[in-house]
């Protein structure tokens, strides 16, 4: 029986510990809790993750809005092409290209933004670069903004 358990102890131990089992993981979620200051989510894992035929799914949540620990949350499926940066969302139908110098927003619900500019202590830098972003604006007073990307 000991031998059983060690045994699956160095089965088990390297994907806890690898990253590689972690990379290859089919989702990744961003958080913005700074409010007016955005959070980069790198081009690569969009790409990743939304670059193919089918898209990506995008939740978009705002947690403890209302200070009791709520989530609220809204989702869509983002379309990215790699080769152009061109990208388009299901939900609102907004469409983009992301490295165009013009902030344009993906997806927006309550305080919570998934964008493709960067924002700075409330002032928008713009488009400057292929990543993407999640920002938390001033619409509710305690929130933490996330972003899941879900292939």
């Not at 007016?36 to 898209?55: A, F, H, K, M, W």
């Not at 949540?61 to 080769?83: E, F, H, K, P, V």
Request: glycine letters at 8%; hydrophobic letters at 35%.
């Amino acid at each position: 029986m000991l031998l059983k358990k060690i045994a699956f102890a160095f089965a088990v131990l390297p994907f806890l510990f690898s990253f590689e089992a972690y990379a290859q993981s089919d989702r990744s979620t961003y958080s913005a809790s700074t409010r007016g200051t955005s959070v980069t989510i790198p081009e690569q894992r969009v790409r990743e993750l939304c670059g193919d035929i089918d898209g990506c799914a995008v939740r978009i949540a705002m947690y403890n809005w209302d200070g009791l620990r709520r989530t609220a949350s809204r989702d869509t499926i983002l379309y990215y092409n790699s080769s152009n940066g061109n990208w388009r969302d299901l939900q609102g139908d907004t469409q983009g290209t992301t490295g165009n110098s013009g902030t344009q927003h993906i997806i927006q619900a309550w305080g919570c933004y998934f964008t493709d500019g960067r924002y700075r202590n409330w002032s928008n830098l713009g488009d400057t670069s292929k990543d993407f972003a999640v920002l938390a604006w001033d619409q509710y007073s305690g929130q933490t903004c996330r972003v899941t990307l879900i292939d």
